[in-house]
């Protein structure tokens, strides 16, 4: 037994297990607080770690070999003992080194050891030569004009969230006119109770038997599966539920999958909710996403709307949880902690003693099965609020037509028609730039990836080819390098094409293109969506950003143009997600008074689960999914882990995974669990290394879980540039 008092931390290395150090000199250990942070030395590095344990008396280092935390860099702790638990038990589930996982869930800046933001509430003012300045004189910077005008309305200041809820981001805004005198940052006063709040409309029978459910769980735990076609009234649920929680004074965190969907909703809930709302996600500068962090963890924001890593911010007083599109792939981190936001909640929810609703217009087969088994409660909006009606689906048959640059004769007479009537047009095509594929007609040569086992791009506008796999880039070429022939041809269709051939055949009507090239600037995409909603641009064309829970009530007739690619995918999730993605582009025509339409191009008119899904609807295509999934084990009948490797070199990523197949098949012994591979992935070289895989899979969770902890923790350890390793337990994608 040792006389010494030693401290347990936590150290964010790819490593298991916990480290031990000795107290800093001269200081007593329990004055350093579990759940605070430390700077400690590791090998030759300094790392700041989290305090586990300040009572250790027993350790399995010798003492000579213990060495002094360096500096403690938190006086209070930054989690609780629950919190430390749940990511204890995160990371256990997902078999990831805790503390990568502890130092996971802190802002970047308290990651590098940086202190706390001052606690104060942070705002903008105008300056005495602001106040006198003229917005005109910036008749050449629109948005620092309006900017101006906002603050010169409120001289006493403003905070800096408020300005974001009113104009978007406007960081570099606020920077600007700072540099020209007219504003400075300021610690605004309290306006309590100042916003005059919208009534909460009436609500249909299912919408209030939905909101009735959820309230009367308040203060324990329960699951709901709020299942809600298109334009249902899901939101107003949620607000009505969340208004309740915050009444009884607990916080509420709701989750949704992607950055451009938390504009809308925090307009909403702004118009609706007084106690202070925190939004946290990647497109915040790190200092303001260290505010609204410690802003939830004090108990001063009450409302926290977030991306997925919201889930780990501390909420002390956590009394809801909601997560919208719940069956949206974005919940799922796809790199280091590969943890599913959406799972995580139930568990957290279930661990803090609060309802959780996973809202959705087209549940995961994950939920829907929890919710038959009884696991979760059903809630289940089958009709559009306001008495909007749902879109009729139909599918245009591609066999036999002339296409116009991808294009079918009726569905551009659809187009025509809709603009003629003054209404708006989606038009859905989930490939960017101009066309996949560049080809050399006289001699075959295909442009392909030099890193990847992929063909390059063709981005018209800016004469590039492009890996959207590795971002590799090269000059487009004026003749084909292989046999120096002039005929290049851009095959095949991506949204930039698209924009070409419209703007050639409505040259009348302004169009707007939404992907990941035309929106990369901060703040570009709520610039655009308001536009959209603004009724500025007639003809839409987008990706999946465009696709997901935004509200176009002008949007008439949607079209569907490359839903094929999902028809006969390699992953057995393909035609789940293109389901999913059909029923969701459907959802936004259609959605106020005006009557909307949907037109889907395909060359497999007769895929029976298409026309299941068209005929009948998203529950019947979801039931005969479930019924194959059944068939095949395959999950939620089944659970799954997926090891992925990937090297330099294709041996040693093969020599590694057959070792590793060895060394669970010895693990599983004759227990039910199936060891399946290795295989090379389903795009073998990507990013100049070669990628394999490792699945698997058995009909309980807990003994594939006993068989992971063993296995993995055997594994040698594979961060390094020659080997590399990472664990997917409920793996979503097998790529």
């Known amino acids: 037994m ?19 150090y000795l107290p800093p000199p001269g200081m007593d250990p329990q004055a350093v607080a579990v759940g605070a942070r430390v700077r400690v030395p590791f090998g030759r590095t300094a790392q700041v770690g989290l305090v586990l344990d300040n009572a250790v008396e027993d350790s399995e280092v010798p003492q000579e070999k213990l060495r002094p935390i360096a500096e403690v860099l938190d006086a209070e702790p930054l989690f609780s003992a629950e919190d430390i638990a749940f990511l204890r038990w995160v990371a256990d589930y997902y078999h990831h080194p805790l503390g990568e996982a502890l130092l996971h869930a802190l802002p970047t800046v308290l990651r590098k050891g940086q202190p706390l933001l001052p606690a104060q509430r942070q705002g903008w003012r105008p300056t005495a030569n602001g106040r006198g300045a003229e917005p005109q004189e910036l008749s050449r910077a629109p948005k620092q004009r309006r900017l101006l005008a ?24 606020l920077k600007a006119l700072e540099a020209r005198g007219w504003v400075e940052p300021c610690v605004p006063p309290a306006r309590p109770g100042e916003r005059q709040l919208q009534p909460a409309p009436a609500l249909n029978p299912a919408q209030h038997q939905a909101v009735v459910a959820i309230r009367e769980t308040l203060g324990g735990f329960a699951p709901f599966l709020l299942d809600g076609i298109t334009g249902s009234g899901k939101t107003e649920v949620y607000l009505q539920a969340i208004e309740t929680a915050l009444e009884q004074g607990r916080q509420v965190l709701v989750l949704v999958p992607e950055i451009g969907l938390t504009p809308q909703l925090q307009r909403r809930f702004k118009r609706r909710v007084r106690e202070p709302m925190a939004i946290l996600h990647s497109g915040l500068a790190d200092g303001e996403r260290l505010r609204a962090w410690q802003q939830v963890r004090s108990g001063e924001a009450r409302l926290l709307l977030g991306t997925r890593s919201a889930l780990f911010t501390p909420l002390p007083e956590l009394g809801l949880i909601i997560v919208d599109e719940e069956h949206d792939l974005s919940f799922k981190q796809q790199d280091g902690l590969r943890y599913s936001a959406r799972d995580l909640a139930v568990a957290l929810a279930q661990r803090r003693g609060c309802p959780v609703a996973l809202g959705s217009a087209t549940p995961s087969l994950e939920s829907l099965h929890n919710a038959q088994q009884g696991r979760y409660r059903h809630l289940i909006l089958p009709e559009r609020a306001g008495g909007a009606q749902s879109p009729p689906i139909s599918l245009l048959d591609m066999r036999a037509l002339r296409l116009d640059e991808g294009l079918a004769p009726a569905l551009l007479q659809g187009v025509r028609a809709t603009l003629d009537a003054g209404e708006q047009v989606l038009l859905f095509l989930n490939r960017r730039g101009y066309a996949p594929l560049l080809a050399c007609h006289d001699c075959g040569w295909v442009a392909d990836c030099d890193h990847c086992d992929a063909r390059m791009t063709l981005h018209q506008a800016s004469r590039v080819l492009w890996c959207h796999h590795c971002g590799a880039r090269r000059p487009l070429p004026e003749r084909c390098p292989q046999c120096n022939s002039g005929s290049l041809r851009a095959l095949g269709q991506g949204t930039e094409r698209l924009e070409g051939v419209l703007r050639r055949a409505f040259p009348e009507a302004p169009l707007v293109r939404i992907d990941r090239d035309s929106t990369r600037r901060k703040g570009e995409l709520e610039l655009r969506l308001n536009e959209i909603r603004a009724g500025r641009y007639p003809l839409l064309i987008g990706t999946q950003m465009l696709a997901k829970g ?28 293109l389901a999913q993605l059909i029923i969701q582009v459907a959802g936004r025509a259609g959605r ?12 497999h008119p007769d895929h029976p689960l298409l026309r299941l899904l068209i005929g009948q609807g ?20 089944g659970y799954q882990a997926l090891l992925r490797a990937d090297a330099r070199k294709p041996e040693a990523m093969q020599a ?25 992935a389903p795009m073998e070289k990507r990013i100049g290394r070669f990628h394999g895989h490792l699945l698997l899979q058995a009909e309980s969770r807990p003994l594939l879980q006993q068989v992971l902890r063993e296995w993995v923790r055997s ?21």
């Open 150 to 173: 906002w603050l010169q309305q409120r001289p006493e200041g403003i905070e800096t969230a408020e300005l974001g809820y009113e104009l978007g981001p406007c960081r570099d805004q």
């Open 656 to 680: 590694f995974l057959d070792q590793a197949a060895e060394a669970a098949r010895r693990r599983v012994g004759d227990a039910p669990v199936e060891v399946l591979g290795p295989i090379p």
């Open 715 to 735: 594994l040698p350890p594979g961060r390094g540039g020659a080997l590399r390793w990472s664990l997917d337990v409920d793996p979503q994608e097998l790529f």
């Open 550 to 577: 935004h509200h176009f009530p002008d949007v008439t007739l949607a079209g569907i143009l490359n839903a094929d690619n999902g028809l006969f995918g390699a992953d057995y999730r393909a035609m789940e997600r």
């Open 2 to 20: 040792r006389s010494l008092v030693l401290i347990r931390v936590a150290v964010p290395v790819p490593l298991f297990g916990d480290f031990d």
């Open 618 to 637: 998203y529950a019947a295509f979801a039931k005969e999914a479930l019924r194959e999934r059944q068939e095949a084990r395959l999950p939620p009948f």
């Open 592 to 603: 106020a008074e005006k009557p909307g339409r949907v037109v889907i191009q395909t060359y």
